[in-house]
């Protein structure tokens, strides 16, 4: 399967944006979705995922409250909200996929998207 993902931007803290995942070669349905995040000097950090079927999602304590993850399996598409954000909450934010159960850590993913910036200002 082949993701790309879009969406980000420039926001002022507080703001909000809606990133996109479009996938395309399989259908996201097979596949647990997830976004990662990775910010300049950082590892690539686990954001959130969603099951197959949308029963079940993890997020990060950070962003609790603040971002929802959602998928559309009829469009192949996934997506995060981000509300409320903070401008720790800059980086180049990455969709993912893999069969199987739900995943927290990046290694378990076979399939990434090229990452979009996601930048907020204070």
């Known amino acids: 399967v082949q993701l790309q993902a879009y969406g980000g931007g420039l926001v002022q803290a507080g703001g909000s944006l809606r990133l996109s995942c479009a996938a395309s070669?399989?259908?996201?349905?097979?596949?647990?979705m997830a976004w990662f995040r990775q910010a300049p000097g950082r590892e690539r950090e686990f954001v959130a995922t969603i099951g197959r079927s949308a029963d079940s999602t993890r997020y990060v304590d950070s962003v609790k409250g603040r971002f929802t993850i959602s998928r559309d399996n009829a469009k192949n598409a996934a997506h995060l909200q981000m509300s409320s954000l903070k401008p720790e909450d800059t980086a180049v934010y990455y969709c993912a996929a893999r069969m199987g159960s739900i995943q927290l850590g990046s290694r378990y993913y076979n399939y990434w998207g090229q990452g979009t910036q996601v930048t907020v200002s204070s």
């Open positions: 070669g399989h259908f996201v349905s097979n596949y647990n």
